[in-house]
């Protein structure tokens, strides 16, 4: 099956989750991801694996498809055989604080004098510029220092790390945009991606302060718009229901039993309906506490008024859409797990589907065929490599 990256080499130095979950989507679609990881314990989801051998499915769900090998870039030899490698790299992505590469001497201007054509990406909490530039992050931090997590009112930790499987859309995208434009220049770029700044553009909240009145003197909550919630049911089960326009609006009012509603001044129109919305919340829960939610769908959807399940975690991995999309992927076995669900690929494409194909690597796996057969080290250069930790 022909897929969209094929011949592409990526180098992938990044650990946890945003830069593996970018690398992944290029995985699937051919681009040969090597895995660049520390000898012994490797990167740092794999030591949670080690000592929680049921997290091993998470370590594939971010690194299928890709290729494992070890090597100790703190060591002069080592950043000499990074330095080997990128002379038959597209990519290299890491997602180190900014000035470790710089440190180890193998940073993008280094590494750019060696091949040109080099595509760098690199993602951080706060960027490789300003006066946050050197400072750790993680998702919380990135969320929080965005204004994501006052906006999502969230009490305690995020539910999903949201920076960080995002960073790794953004990066994937900013990947094959940087290829697509070496296809016409020649030319490789270094590619700067700040989770903050990812975070902040999607701030909707806090941007419409400075230019929506209603914005600027009310606090902006998730229930702002009005009719657009998720509502408890008669079997102990939730529903997410939306009417936005006025027909939905109209046929909503009598579906629920209260068609004088729509002829109540205060919820004339949508913007007098955001000064109710507690109101229109409190009738809405009166009907929907009467039925369950299965019958709740079926009646709304008869009125083609948008809803759903709110579908519990057991619940998702076997539902019927995602499993018709092929993002149900149960192929895989690991020990001590008895059931593990791998996501399928997102995109579908007509003529390059993309699979998942492979498990993520084990530490090393691939250290004979890129050392050996790519760089050409014979089976004693490479045993010496690993006697002294190198690799």
């Known amino acids: 099956m022909p897929r969209i990256l094929e011949g592409v080499r990526i180098l992938d130095l990044s650990q946890f989750i945003s830069g593996p979950w970018g690398s992944k989507f290029l995985a699937d679609q051919g681009a040969e991801v090597i895995k660049v990881e520390p000898p012994g314990f490797g990167e740092a989801m794999r030591m949670f694996v080690f000592f929680e051998k049921q997290i091993a499915p998470l370590f594939t769900i971010v690194n299928r498809n890709k290729k494992s090998i070890t090597l100790n870039l703190r060591t002069e030899k080592g950043q000499q055989i990074l330095k080997e490698l990128v002379k038959s790299t597209d990519v290299l992505l890491e997602n180190f604080t900014p ?37 750790t992050a993680f998702d919380i931090i990135a969320q929080a220092t965005s204004g994501i997590l006052a906006a999502t009112d969230t009490d305690g930790p995020p539910g999903i790390p949201f920076s960080d499987y995002s960073a790794g859309h953004v990066i994937a995208l900013g990947i094959v945009e940087a290829l697509y434009w070496r296809e016409k220049s ?74 004088e509603l729509t002829r109540d001044r205060r919820l004339k129109n949508p913007v007098k309906r955001m000064d109710n ?31 759903g399940p709110v579908l519990t975690i057991d619940e998702v991995h076997d539902n019927a859409q995602l499993k018709s999309r092929g993002m149900i992927i149960r ?61």
């Open 186 to 259: 020649g030319k490789g770029q270094f590619i700067d991606l700040s989770m903050q700044d990812m975070m902040y553009s999607i701030n909707i909240r806090a941007q419409a302060r400075e230019f929506i009145d209603m914005a600027k003197n009310r606090e902006m909550t998730q229930r702002m718009l009005p009719t657009y919630n998720q509502y408890p049911t008669k079997d102990g089960l939730r529903v997410a229901i939306v009417s936005l326009t006025e027909k939905q609006f109209k046929r909503l009012m009598h579906v629920v039993g209260r068609p």
């Open 99 to 135: 000035g470790i590469m710089e440190k180890w001497g193998i940073d993008y201007k280094v590494l750019k004098e060696i091949n040109p054509r080099l595509i760098y990406a690199t993602i951080s909490g706060f960027g490789q510029t300003g006066p946050l530039k050197h400072k």
């Open 277 to 307: 919305v507690d109101f229109l919340d409190e009738i809405m829960e009166a009907w929907t506490t009467t039925e369950n939610r299965d019958d709740i769908i079926r009646i709304l959807e008869a009125q083609r008024i948008p809803c």
């Open 331 to 391: 192929k895989f076995k690991f020990k001590d797990v008895e059931r593990a669900t791998i996501p399928g690929p997102v995109l579908k494409f007509s003529e390059t589907p993309g699979e998942v194909v492979t498990k993520g690597p084990d530490l090393g796996q691939h250290n004979q065929e890129i050392y050996g057969k790519l760089l050409k080290y014979s089976p004693e250069e490479i045993q010496e490599l690993k006697k002294k930790g190198i690799i």
